[in-house]
């Protein structure tokens, strides 16, 4: 089996300006922000971005990253609308893409399974369709000729996600209580790339879990990177818990101000900077 060990580095040196990239993780929860920092690092731009948006699109869309955004939803979770993305939108940054939840996933499905479209009910009735006009319906061919939504596949040139254990030829597994759609995004992109808290050998994933939290298979993976605590400043629970007051600062701090401290260097830079400001703290 392959050694798909990558550095952050790597796997943005495989990005290019233009893709569609999907970013794992669910709001200010198990976000692949090491990954996001080293694209922050990059010359990466003009992107469409597929995510249950949190921090990732916050700060890709301050660093004016985003060509357009394909969303549900842009929170911190205990700060409800993201202040940096809610920024960038009020100045027209970028297009919008507004999905109903079920409608993101099974754009997602869709991808994964190679096809079109798949029809849903989810957002029949509501202010989606108005709000997005390029969606369209089917007709059920059956006898009960159901209207339904038919949801554009959502295929991704890359996926970016953050796990909490992975071994080194790309399975990985999370450890806390909700899968946050990750395997979808690896299985919808041509090619996917999974930052983990700690690499482990293939044999110690079975032992911590159980056969179910083994979310993401090493087929559809390939890159992965050990990035400790890759998720800072989101959760990545049970190995860490969201730092709320280092996110509260990052929703209150001027966004040229916030970058210039803790995203000019490496992640090692990154880190050093948020240890010298949760010093400053005490």
Known sequence: ????????????????????IGIGGWGSRRKPMALVRA??????????????GGPDVGMLAAAGRIRKLVTAFCTLDSIPLEPHYRAARERGAFEL??????????????????????????????DVMRVNPSLRTV?????????????PALGLDAALVHLNRADRHGN??????????????????E?????????VDTDELAKAGGPQSLLVKRLSVTGVV?????????????DYERDEAFQRHYA?????AFAQRFLGGSELDYRSAVAAWQEEQQ
Request: with cysteine; aromatic share 10%; hydrophobic share 45%.
């Open 1 to 20: 089996m392959a050694d798909k060990v990558m550095s952050a580095e790597e796997v943005v040196g495989r990005l290019r300006s233009g893709m569609t």
């Open 39 to 52: 694209l922050l690092r990059s010359e990466v731009t003009d992107l469409t971005v597929v995510s249950y």
């Open 97 to 126: 893409v507004e999905l109903d939840e079920a409608m993101l996933m099974w754009g997602l499905t869709a991808a994964v399974h190679r096809l079109p479209f798949l029809p849903i009910r989810a957002g029949l009735g509501s």
């Open 139 to 151: 007709r059920s061919p059956y006898e009960d000729g159901e209207e339904l939504v038919a949801v």
């Open 172 to 189: 990985a597994q999370y450890l806390g209580p909700d899968p946050f759609f990750d395997d979808l995004y690896c299985e919808a992109a």
């Open 191 to 199: 090619h996917a790339y999974v930052s983990c808290e700690r690499l």
């Open 226 to 238: 050990e990035a400790p605590n890759g998720a800072h400043f989101t959760s990545c629970a049970p």
């Open 252 to 256: 209150g701090t001027e966004w040229a």
